[in-house]
């Protein structure tokens, strides 16, 4: 079955360091998303990336945090300067996108464990 | 604002002991509930998505409910593999549409042999 994935799964990092999480989205998917969740908190929302361009962002997505989509299958959150309270579980979803209901079926990769120190 | 409120936060079941999940929301005009597992260290695993009043979906041993206020979550003969973390999301209207997911904060069970 097709699946998401994530790369690396942990990433350990200090403070003020840019980091780049990599995802591959599964093939024909044209909805793509990150969420985080900051340990024992709920999954937040942080963007969602449509036609090459980004169709919805948190207040959580502020000037530090861009996302791209470099070629036809990888899609990538940079945080530019990284700060204590980015550390979180990052998990990037994507979703077939049919119809009406871009959000019927997201499908969630394993997730980038973060740690800023 | 849009809210999702999931109760119990925890629950402990014996093996083949039926119960429910509940799942409260408060959003302005539905366009979706969704159901998600999620395992220790993994990303939430699709189960159910409901969009009226009066839907249900089964899958295995699990059955969603929707009402205009909750939905319920129901495990009947629950087994240890069932143990996982149960989130409720509902679909939210952002600044260009209904782009984006709000999770509760789930409710952890843990089926016991």
């Not at chain 2, 119960?19 to 302005?28: D, E, H, W």
């Given at each position: 079955e097709p699946e998401v994935?994530?790369?690396p799964s942990h990433q350990v990092t200090q403070m003020g360091q840019e980091v780049i999480l990599r995802c591959v989205p599964i093939s024909n998917h044209l909805y793509f998303y990150w969420y985080?969740?900051?340990?024992?908190?709920?999954?937040e929302f942080l963007v969602s990336f449509y036609n090459n361009e980004i169709s919805e962002k948190s207040?959580?997505?502020?000037?530090?945090?861009?996302?791209?989509?470099?070629?036809g299958s990888n899609f990538t959150l940079k945080i530019r300067s990284t700060k204590l309270e980015d550390s979180a579980m990052y998990f990037c979803a994507s979703s077939p996108g049919a119809g009406i209901y871009p959000l019927e079926k997201l499908f969630f990769g394993s997730g980038t464990q973060l740690s800023v120190l | 604002e849009d809210q999702v409120t999931q109760s119990p936060e925890a629950l402990r079941?014996?093996?083949?002991?039926?119960?429910?999940?509940?799942?409260?929301?408060?959003?302005?005009g539905l366009r979706g509930l969704f159901w998600y597992r999620q395992d220790p260290g993994k990303g939430p695993e699709f189960l159910f998505t409901l969009y009226s009043a009066g839907e249900e979906k089964e899958k295995e041993r699990l059955k969603a409910t929707l009402t205009k206020k909750e939905s319920f979550l129901h495990i009947t003969a629950p087994k240890p593999e069932d143990s996982a973390t149960y989130l409720c999301a509902v679909q939210a209207e952002g600044e260009k549409g209904y782009n984006k997911l709000i999770f509760g904060a789930g409710t952890r069970l843990a089926v016991h042999p």
């Open positions: 994935t994530q790369t985080r969740q900051i340990l024992g908190q709920k999954v207040e959580i997505f502020d000037d530090q945090f861009s996302v791209e989509r470099p070629d | 079941l014996q093996e083949g002991e039926s119960s429910s999940l509940n799942c409260s929301y408060t959003v302005s």
